[in-house]
């Protein structure tokens, strides 16, 4: 049986090939979706070209058939425009003029006409309102991951014994055959399906407390090169800075696309620019030109263009967590760091006047080709899958991007754990050599006692 799918504008906005993802059942666009794609046309934005984008395509059908009647879709679907049902009742309560409640009303009229209706919206107050009127709806799940418990960490803690620890240190390596997790509640062992470049704590089966840290190269498990390097005047203060120490550290022909997840307080930011620095400043042999650092930010991405004053000025509040963290990093005297202001600020200004730290909005990214920079995408969590691609595909020779974020502090609108860029490169970026990539825990905050105490008892 045929289905009719009813598309909202916030799908369209979003993932405009989402008209190719029926199959051959009949997709319906109501005319109050062509309004308010209308209003994006000219955005130079994502969702600007997103809606001129939809715009071309129902054109090219236009000129093929009549689409208030239906065209029919290389893929053997049929795509229509409808206009509102006038006669259909709605709650007296709900407003007529109401988008929403237009979109709502066309979904109930064709369910009236006996069609089997799904209405497709990100919108997650619609899908409720949908649920009130008995109207199936749906998410738009072409680009969705799993949950995020679900989702690959790029870590993992397994057991062997204490010979082979002992061999690890000594020989350099593990076999994948000699280690082993268990099941069924510690009563079954199993040995693990690794993906590659995923990360070790490899624990004594007699003694949890005797570990060794490793990283499965494809074939064995080998040890971590980067261990006892101090970036920047950095040490690593847990599992998880280890790692994340060793995947920032690894240069840019073998890993030049890191992928951080974690909670506030985990050092995601501050690592990255300590490395970053390090990189730069302390090693003889200069193979990153300079730092580039950019923070999503949704009004800033779609207004830029009409902010007064130079790109620098207008992106700098949205900045001030790196200025924080480099606080930390220029001056490592903890008794004398905040003695005078101004000589801090001194320090950090330099490091933006030599252009040794550049910041830029990520809708100046597009098209370009970024050669020999340290890239770090802060906040990244806030990325559609498509301008975390547009990201990926600018990395030119000998640039390294370092994508960071929290995916449950999630700002835009229309993403959420599931369907937002930094999961989406995460999970599709899972296994690939070019790729190292950890999930750090609450555990891990290092910012303060207090914020360690915070992150664990408000879940």
Not at 78 to 86: A, C, D, I, R
Not at 115 to 144: S, W, Y
Not at 347 to 366: G, M, P, S, V
């Amino acid at each position: 049986m045929k289905k009719t799918f009813v598309l909202d504008t916030n799908v369209l906005l979003q993932t405009p090939y989402a008209l190719h993802s029926f199959g051959d059942n009949t997709i319906v666009i109501p005319e109050v979706v062509l309004e308010e794609l209308d209003k994006f046309k000219k955005e130079n934005t994502e969702l600007g070209a997103n809606a001129r984008h939809t715009a071309r395509f129902l054109d090219e059908l236009r000129l093929k058939g009549n689409l208030n009647e239906g065209v029919e879709l290389e893929n053997g679907g049929v795509l229509k425009v409808e206009l509102s049902y006038t006669s259909v009742k709605m709650p007296e309560s709900w407003d007529d003029s109401n988008n929403d409640n237009r979109i709502l009303k066309l979904c109930k009229g064709l369910m009236e006409d006996g069609e089997t209706v799904f209405l497709v919206t990100k919108d997650i107050f619609e899908r409720i309102k949908a649920d009130i009127l008995g109207i199936t709806a749906q998410d738009f799940f072409a680009e969705q991951v799993p949950e995020y418990h679900k989702q690959y960490r790029g870590r993992r803690e397994v057991y062997t014994t204490k010979e082979k620890i002992d061999g690890f240190y000594k020989d350099g390596c593990i076999n994948i055959n000699d280690i082993y997790i268990y099941k069924a509640e510690y009563t079954k062992k199993t040995t693990p399906m690794l993906t590659k470049n995923e990360f070790l704590i490899i624990h004594s089966e007699t003694n949890e407390k005797q570990t060794a840290l490793g990283r499965f190269d494809g074939k064995n498990i080998v040890p971590l090169i980067f261990l006892k390097e101090r970036p920047f005047g950095v040490s690593p203060r847990n599992a998880g800075q280890k790692f994340m120490q060793e995947a920032l550290m690894t240069e840019a022909d073998k890993a030049p696309l890191v992928i951080v997840k974690g909670p506030a307080g985990t050092a995601k930011t501050f690592y990255s620019l300590a490395v970053g620095l390090h990189k730069i400043m302390a090693e003889q042999k200069k193979l990153y030109r300079k730092i580039l650092v950019c923070r999503p930010n949704v009004k800033l991405d779609e207004d830029i263009g009409f902010l007064p004053g130079s790109e620098q000025e207008k992106i700098a509040p949205y900045l001030r967590p790196v200025i924080d963290n480099l606080e930390v990093l220029v001056d490592n005297d903890e008794n004398e760091r905040y003695s005078s202001e101004n000589e801090l600020k001194d320090k950090i200004d330099e490091l933006f006047d030599r252009k040794i730290i550049n910041t830029e909005a990520i809708a100046f990214i597009r098209g370009r080709s970024i050669v020999k920079q340290w890239v770090i995408i802060d906040e990244a969590q806030n990325l559609t899958p498509k301008q975390v691609k547009g990201i990926i595909t600018r990395a030119g020779a000998g640039t390294k991007i370092i994508l960071i974020g929290d995916p449950e502090q999630i700002d835009q609108p229309f993403l959420d754990i599931r369907t937002n860029g930094l999961c989406y490169a995460s999970e599709r970026m899972k296994g690939s050599h070019l790729c190292y990539q950890l999930t750090l825990f609450d555990e891990e905050c290092e910012r303060s006692e207090l914020a360690y105490e915070g992150a664990k008892r408000m879940l």
